[in-house]
């Protein structure tokens, strides 16, 4: 079975412009949640989407945004790109909730 | 205060011995906890979990719960070279289920 696809694997933007990143989960599941990983902060959630509709959110600025659709596909936005932006951008998924969550490979974002 | 806290390692244990992994988070209302490991360069993948007070075993692996004290621990019985990763601690957090809040890792190294 296909596990959790993210894409693009890596992405370069300038500061200022906005990027879009893909989240596809696992067949089945319908929760999705986004992690921004960096060496000094770790993994930091940014929100949790389950039936399309945001359950959850952690503590970022509104500059970053997200949705999913009715076939549990995730997409996450950034707008004006700052260089602390720059990290890993991990995307997980499950049946119904946060347990027993399916990490995808992560869009790595170098913002220059 | 963060979250949940954990020792940053590195942790050097001997081939064959058990290395004891520990975590502790700070919201009292927390239900599920969970291990993941992650591999450099690699996403985070779930290795247990666990929701009620108490030990869990899987294989060469054993969660401990205690509520009261607000720790969780991993064991990781004859420890192999493969196992060298960094081990982070999750927990969900105040406001449900709908997100997990990782600690920073605990890097463990086996040492031949």
């Known amino acids: 079975k296909a596990g959790v696809t993210q894409t693009p694997r890596y992405l370069i933007k300038t500061r200022g412009q906005q990027v879009t990143l893909s989240c596809s989960p696992i067949?089945?599941?319908?929760?999705v949640s986004w992690y921004q990983q960096t060496p000094g902060q770790g993994l930091q959630f940014l929100f949790e989407?389950?039936?399309?509709?945001?359950?959850n959110k952690g503590n970022f600025p509104g500059r970053f945004s997200g949705r999913q659709f009715s076939n549990s596909r995730s997409e996450m936005n950034v707008s004006t790109l700052e260089l602390g932006d720059s990290a890993l951008y991990l995307c997980?998924?499950?049946?119904?909730?946060?347990?027993?969550?399916?990490f995808g490979s992560g869009t790595r974002l170098t913002v220059v | 205060q963060k979250e949940v806290e954990q020792n940053s390692g590195p942790l050097s244990v001997p081939e064959g011995a058990i290395a004891s992994l520990n975590c502790t988070y700070s919201?009292?209302?927390?239900?599920?906890f969970f291990w993941y490991r992650q591999y450099s360069g690699k996403s985070p993948e779930l290795i247990m979990s666990?929701?009620?007070?108490g030990d869990k075993e899987d294989g060469r692996f054993t969660a401990q719960l205690n509520k009261a004290s607000q720790y969780v621990s991993l064991l990781i019985r004859d420890s192999q070279p493969s196992d060298s990763a960094t081990y982070l601690c999750?927990?969900?957090?105040?406001?449900?289920?709908?997100?997990?809040?990782f600690g920073s890792g605990t890097r463990l190294s086996i040492r031949p």
């Open positions: 997980a998924s499950s049946l119904t909730g946060p347990a027993g969550y399916t």
């Open positions: 067949s089945g599941h319908r929760s």
């Open positions: 989407y389950f039936s399309e509709t945001q359950r």
């Open positions: 919201d009292r209302g927390s239900q599920s």
């Open positions: 666990i929701y009620s007070n």
């Open positions: 999750a927990v969900t957090g105040p406001e449900g289920a709908s997100k997990i809040i």
